[in-house]
């Protein structure tokens, strides 16, 4: 990619990284955002675990704005394009941040793709988006880290080892596994990290690693987390339109006659300004969902909307989007659990 387009297109992943961290300073003090960061980097981290809840809204949004800035700053310095994969990669790396990944527990698989590129001489470029995206098996390595809340060495080189198994195996199982998904799932390196955690998990349990279900949640925060989501999404319209103009409400018309499928990507074949509504009207529809159902916005649902607004330019709009939405509320309807 140009050097100058480069430039231009990280200006908006910057901006977006930053934004979290800006928005801790006038929600804490920085003695509290100090005490919460350590508590959600040394916190067991395994799911559901709600930042809001373990440890504050500002120092949550210093944990989103870190790990996103992180992860921007490698694609940025390994040039990665911004195109669909890019833009889910950020989106992935951001609401995943407000629960179960932090600055500490994602570096051991990073370091895992790196050894990777070492021992058959590639590029890190080459491998970066995989890597990033195998960090959704992060909360292993600080749950084996931090195991019943004490540090012990055999734990902690536990964590390492399989932090960089993870990260050196997935470079390999990835794009072959997610391949017999047959491009129907956009979640391709998702299944890949769950068919390894199939193989990690039950080994550790057969030497006596527990890993019981973990509920931290909090559901007091709909006014001011739906507020700023919703801002954030009208954000993105306004841009898009403005910028755009009539091409970009045109491209994003067609945008929702596309299948969606994961060799499609949005960016190449209608633009950016159309996705930038895209992400707006797909986030304010999740938004609209979880309030509708009498939902809580806490950090899994912002994980969950921007993680849909991620892959808004690559696979995700409306028409897809809504009648999956709609199954899952009359699941809960006519089943025994609450939409």
Not at 100 to 121: E, R
Not at 220 to 248: H, M, P, W, Y
Not at 272 to 277: E, L, W
């Amino acid at each position: 990619m140009p050097k100058d387009r480069l430039h231009k297109d990280y200006f908006w992943a910057f901006a977006y990284a930053l934004l979290p961290g800006i928005m801790a300073l006038f929600t804490a003090s920085l003695p509290e955002i100090k005490d919460g960061f350590l508590k959600i980097m040394t916190a067991d981290n395994l799911l559901i675990t709600d930042y809001f809840a373990l440890a504050g809204v500002g120092a949550t949004l210093a944990n989103v704005s870190a790990v996103t800035l992180i992860s921007v700053l490698l694609m940025y310095l390994c040039r990665v394009p911004l195109n669909g994969g890019g833009i889910l990669v950020i989106g992935l790396m951001s609401g995943f941040s407000f629960f179960g990944k932090s600055v500490f527990n994602m570096w051991f698989i990073l370091l895992g793709t790196y050894l990777y590129c070492l021992a058959f001489k590639k590029r890190f470029s080459e491998c970066v988006v995989i890597s990033l995206l195998s960090t959704s098996l992060a909360p292993l390595t600080s749950h084996l880290f931090f195991y019943n809340d004490r540090l012990f060495w055999g734990n902690m080189l536990l964590s390492l080892v399989c932090g960089l198994l993870i990260g050196f195996v997935m470079p390999i199982a990835g794009p072959y596994a997610a391949s017999l998904l047959k491009g129907m799932s956009l979640y391709g390196m998702g299944f890949s990290v769950g068919l390894l955690c199939l193989v990690i998990v039950p080994v550790l349990k057969s030497y006596g690693y527990q890993f019981s279900p973990v509920t931290v949640w909090r559901g007091d925060l709909n006014f001011e987390c739906g507020t700023s989501l919703a801002a954030l999404c009208v954000f993105f319209i306004g841009i898009g339109t403005i910028k755009g103009g009539r091409q970009a409400i045109k491209n994003y018309l067609n945008i929702l006659k596309r299948p969606g499928v994961s060799s499609q990507d949005f960016t190449y074949l209608d633009g950016m300004c159309p996705i930038f509504i895209n992400m707006g009207v797909n986030g304010l529809a999740a938004l609209c969902y979880i309030l509708a159902v009498g939902g809580h916005i806490n950090g899994p649902t912002i994980g969950g909307i921007l993680t849909v607004m991620g892959f808004s330019g690559k696979g995700k709009h409306l028409f897809n989007i809504l009648p999956i939405m709609l199954g899952v509320a009359l699941g809960g309807i006519t089943k025994q659990w609450d939409p």
